[in-house]
């Protein structure tokens, strides 16, 4: 993992506390955006923790150079904000999920760890701004028209439910390399490159049964 954050005590507390947790080892850590593409490039990693709020640069200028320098990294946004519209637009960039610096510490371990097995953690904030992203695509939806079949959308339902490869294998009577492939063939034929651009697409299209009852929950 790294880890980017300006606040040198946070960001020293973050880094011990994750370090003492179990498959978990931070090998970057960096204060701003420049500083660490210029770390990135020595020590690639599978997962960057980030702020938003860095100098020099805005989040969301920061989180495109990431994006465009380190495609097929898997970002987690840690951050005091609770603009949903903020966090929405983030998800359109490609992040790959959401933690308040709010919540709860387990809350961030138990994200780390979806992310790192393509599973969707969900907290109030995250769900709430992917259903802020779903009502943004409905008044511009630039998908073109993409007919899933009924193992494509259980496969949606299960991703949704934070199952992993192996859970939905077992569950689908399929290998995990088949689950991986129809998930692959699933961004390829949506257009998407992100477990959360499958879920995004599944919320527009409503094929997911969220049972979005209790905001509080996570589902």
Same mark, same amino acid.
């Given at each position: 993992?790294?880890?980017?954050?300006?606040?040198?005590?946070?960001?020293?507390?973050?880094?011990?506390?994750? &370090?003492?947790?179990?498959? %978990?080892? @931070?090998?970057?850590?960096? /204060?701003?955006?420049? =500083?660490?593409?210029?770390?990135?490039? #020595?020590?690639?990693?599978?997962?960057?923790?980030?702020?938003?709020?860095?100098?020099?640069?805005?989040?969301?200028?920061?989180?495109?150079?990431?994006?465009?320098?380190?495609?097929?990294?898997?970002?987690?946004?840690?951050?005091?904000?609770?603009?949903?519209?903020?966090? &929405?637009?983030?998800?359109? %960039?490609? @992040?790959?999920?959401?933690? /308040?610096?709010?919540? =709860?510490?387990?809350?961030?371990?138990? #994200?780390?760890?979806?992310?790192?097995?393509?599973?969707?953690?969900?907290?109030?904030?995250?769900?709430?701004?992917?259903?802020?992203?779903?009502?943004?695509?409905?008044?511009?939806?630039?998908?073109?028209?993409?007919?899933?079949?009924?193992?494509?959308?259980?496969?949606?339902?299960?991703?949704?439910?934070?199952?992993?490869?192996?859970?939905?294998?077992?569950?689908?009577?399929?290998?995990?390399?088949?689950?991986?492939?129809?998930?692959?063939?699933?961004?390829?034929?949506?257009?998407?490159?992100?477990?959360?651009?499958?879920?995004?697409?599944?919320?527009?299209?409503?094929?997911?049964?969220?049972?979005?009852?209790?905001?509080?929950?996570?589902?």
């Amino acid at each position: 993992m790294a880890i980017v954050d300006d606040h040198i005590l946070f960001r020293r507390t973050l880094v011990h506390y994750l &370090s003492e947790q179990k498959n %978990l080892r @931070i090998s970057v850590q960096a /204060s701003e955006t420049l =500083e660490l593409l210029h770390k990135l490039k #020595a020590n690639p990693v599978e997962i960057l923790l980030m702020d938003i709020s860095l100098p020099p640069l805005d989040g969301v200028d920061a989180l495109q150079i990431i994006r465009y320098e380190y495609p097929d990294m898997k970002i987690l946004v840690l951050s005091m904000c609770n603009d949903l519209d903020l966090i &929405s637009n983030l998800l359109d %960039l490609g @992040i790959h999920g959401f933690i /308040s610096k709010g919540d =709860e510490p387990e809350d961030l371990v138990n #994200a780390i760890t979806a992310i790192s097995e393509n599973k969707i953690y969900h907290t109030r904030l995250f769900t709430e701004a992917l259903f802020r992203s779903k009502q943004q695509h409905n008044r511009n939806d630039n998908h073109k028209q993409v007919t899933l079949n009924e193992r494509e959308k259980k496969i949606l339902q299960l991703l949704w439910e934070e199952k992993s490869n192996k859970d939905i294998a077992d569950e689908l009577f399929l290998s995990i390399r088949s689950v991986e492939k129809i998930r692959q063939d699933m961004k390829d034929k949506i257009g998407v490159k992100s477990t959360i651009g499958l879920i995004k697409f599944a919320l527009q299209k409503q094929i997911l049964e969220t049972r979005r009852t209790n905001s509080n929950v996570k589902m």
